[in-house]
C-alpha cells in the first residue's frame, strides 16, 4: 500500500501553465507505475497521463498530448503532472495513483482498474 497526496492545482488563465504533485508514502514507491486521472463535474473520471514505475516510459490520453508532461523523482517519491496551454476544458479534479503493473502497452495504465491506490485529488480551474 502506498499513501498518495496531490497538490499545485488552482484557478488559471487559459494557455497558462500549472504544475501537479503527487507525493507518496512508503518505501516501495519506486516499484509502481504512476498515473494520472481526471473527472470534471458530471463527467466520468479519465485518464490523462501514466508513467511505468523506471520512469522510462509514458503515456498521454490526445486530448493532453503535446501540451501534459508526467515525470517523476524516485529518490523524492513523487510525481509530477506539468501542464502547459491549459484550456477551460481541462477543468476537473486530478487524482494520482498507484499501480502494480509493469506492462509497456498503453493499456496497462490507461484504466482505472489498474490502479489499487489513489490520492483525495486537487482542483484544477481554467478560466476563459
Known amino acids: 500500500q502506498v499513501q498518495l497526496v496531490e497538490s499545485g492545482g488552482g484557478v488559471v488563465q487559459a494557455g497558462g501553465s500549472l504544475r501537479l504533485s503527487c507525493a507518496a508514502s512508503g518505501r516501495t514507491f519506486s516499484m509502481y507505475g504512476m498515473g494520472w486521472f481526471r473527472q470534471a463535474p458530471g463527467k466520468e473520471r479519465e485518464f490523462v497521463a501514466a508513467?511505468?514505475?523506471?520512469?522510462?516510459?509514458?503515456y498521454y490520453a490526445d486530448s493532453v498530448k503535446g501540451r501534459f508532461t508526467i515525470s517523476r523523482d524516485n529518490a523524492k517519491n513523487t510525481v509530477y503532472l506539468q501542464m502547459n496551454s491549459l484550456k477551460p476544458e481541462d477543468t476537473a479534479v486530478y487524482y494520482c495513483?498507484?499501480?502494480?503493473?509493469?506492462?509497456?502497452?498503453?493499456?496497462?495504465?490507461?484504466?482505472?482498474?489498474?490502479?489499487?491506490?489513489w490520492g483525495q485529488g486537487t482542483q484544477v480551474t481554467v478560466s476563459s
Open positions: 495513483a498507484a499501480g502494480s503493473r509493469r506492462g509497456y502497452s498503453y493499456s496497462d495504465y490507461v484504466t482505472s482498474s489498474a490502479y489499487d491506490n
Open positions: 508513467i511505468r514505475w523506471s520512469g522510462g516510459n509514458s
